[in-house]
């Protein structure tokens, strides 16, 4: 059984919603949504040491530069933990 669902709808030009996507993870589960120079990640996975489930969330530079991270934050069961910011 799944333990983690992401989903993904898109709209089109003319307002028009897309189908929805689902897809299931045991383990973790990562997904993206980009523009062109902005996007954002959430990686989500089991804490090894507490069992629970925790969620990383980057921006990253969009469809133009994918590989370009930075780390917002974690979300935990106890709240959200602000990523200190880039040197």
């Known amino acids: 059984m799944a333990r983690f669902r992401g989903t993904a709808q898109g709209t089109t030009?003319?307002?028009r919603d897309s189908t929805e996507a689902?897809?299931?993870?045991?383990?973790?589960i990562e997904t993206n949504a980009n523009g062109w120079?902005?996007?954002?990640?959430?990686?989500g996975y089991i804490n090894d040491t507490t069992g629970r489930d925790e969620f990383e969330i980057w921006t990253t530079g969009g469809s133009n530069a994918?590989?370009?991270r930075r780390m917002i934050g974690t979300l935990?069961?106890?709240g959200f933990m602000y990523a200190p910011p880039p040197r």
């Open 37 to 43: 120079d902005l996007g954002v990640q959430v990686v």
């Open 13 to 15: 030009k003319d307002g």
């Open 66 to 68: 994918s590989k370009k």
């Open 22 to 28: 689902a897809r299931l993870g045991a383990v973790g």
């Open 76 to 78: 935990t069961n106890e």
